[in-house]
């Protein structure tokens, strides 16, 4: 069964985004919610620590009636291999007030500061959601498409959902993560083709850092190396083509080697390596049937 939304409906909206240094990109994320349909009762733009006019465009944007809010916080470490943690935090602190200002949301929509969503797209979303989706999210333009995954550009949780998983754990890809977690506590999840949003940056445009800070993530996630290799694999014919795949390779085996810690129960590094050799079964199955086709 699917609650349905209208502009009449109870239904409350929590959104959130964290920028640091966007400011050729920001306005159009920021201009993009007030045009919703179905408008978020409150939206947290976190400026992560920017140096330049990002923190002045988003305070263009504050109004009255706290429908838009700024939040600033100090402390974030500069170097690049923090990137993930940094962001994490911005986001979990962006997440947490909006939470104190409206506690009582029912739909959580995370919205990197590089994305533009289409004026429909959160009623859309959350009218395809059957009770038993707890995370979703459009078609992410220049991707493919895949619908048990959902893009972590504009993506919405269930409140239900959220309080299940815990909110978003302190790990490397935490947002694979909290696909993956969602799955172990019995949600799906689910890309809607039918609609797309757009993103203004691809992953070609990751440093080699993040591409090994991939490996490193999935490894701590449970992904089994097959899984990773059979990624890299298929990544090899997008940019940055070769390097890319190596590098991320090469995070999950040397996190291997050097037996780094996993922070999850037994019970949930069982279900990842299922639910990743299943993905991969599934995923196979369906490309056999596209092949068959002629498609």
Request: aromatic letters at 12%; charged letters at 30%; glycine letters at 6%.
């Amino acid at each position: 069964m699917v609650r349905m939304a209208t502009k009449e409906c109870k239904i409350k909206i929590l959104a959130v985004t964290s920028a640091r240094n966007e400011e050729k990109l920001i306005g159009k994320c920021i201009e993009s919610e007030p045009n919703q349909t179905i408008k978020p009762d409150h939206y947290v733009i976190v400026d992560d620590v920017s140096t330049d006019r990002t923190s002045d465009i988003i305070e263009k944007y504050i109004n009255d009636d706290n429908v838009v809010c700024l939040k600033q916080y100090e402390g974030y470490h500069p170097r690049f291999k923090y990137f993930a943690y940094n962001l994490h935090r911005a986001y979990t602190n962006g997440i947490n007030d909006g939470s104190y200002d409206l506690p009582d949301w029912d739909y959580l929509l995370k919205i990197d500061a590089d994305c533009e969503i289409p004026p429909d797209y959160i009623e859309h979303i959350i009218n395809k959601m059957d009770d038993d989706v707890g995370i979703a999210s459009g078609h992410e333009n220049g991707r493919d498409t895949w619908k048990g995954r959902a893009y972590d550009g504009a993506r919405i949780y269930r409140r239900e959902c959220w309080n299940d998983i815990g909110g978003l754990y302190k790990v490397v890809a935490w947002d694979t993560h909290a696909i993956i977690n969602a799955y172990y506590k019995g949600w799906r999840v689910r890309t809607y083709p039918d609609i797309s949003y757009k993103s203004y940056r691809s992953s070609s445009d990751r440093k080699l850092e993040r591409w090994y800070l991939s490996g490193v993530g999935r490894y701590m996630m449970g992904v089994p190396l097959i899984h990773t290799i059979g990624v890299c694999t298929l990544r090899l014919k997008n940019k940055p083509y070769l390097i890319g795949s190596i590098a991320m390779l090469a995070g999950h085996m040397v996190s291997m080697i050097k037996k780094k810690d996993k922070p999850f129960t037994n019970e949930y590094y069982e279900f990842a390596r299922k639910f990743a050799f299943d993905e991969i079964r599934l995923r196979l199955r369906v490309r056999r049937k596209t092949l068959d086709f002629g498609g």
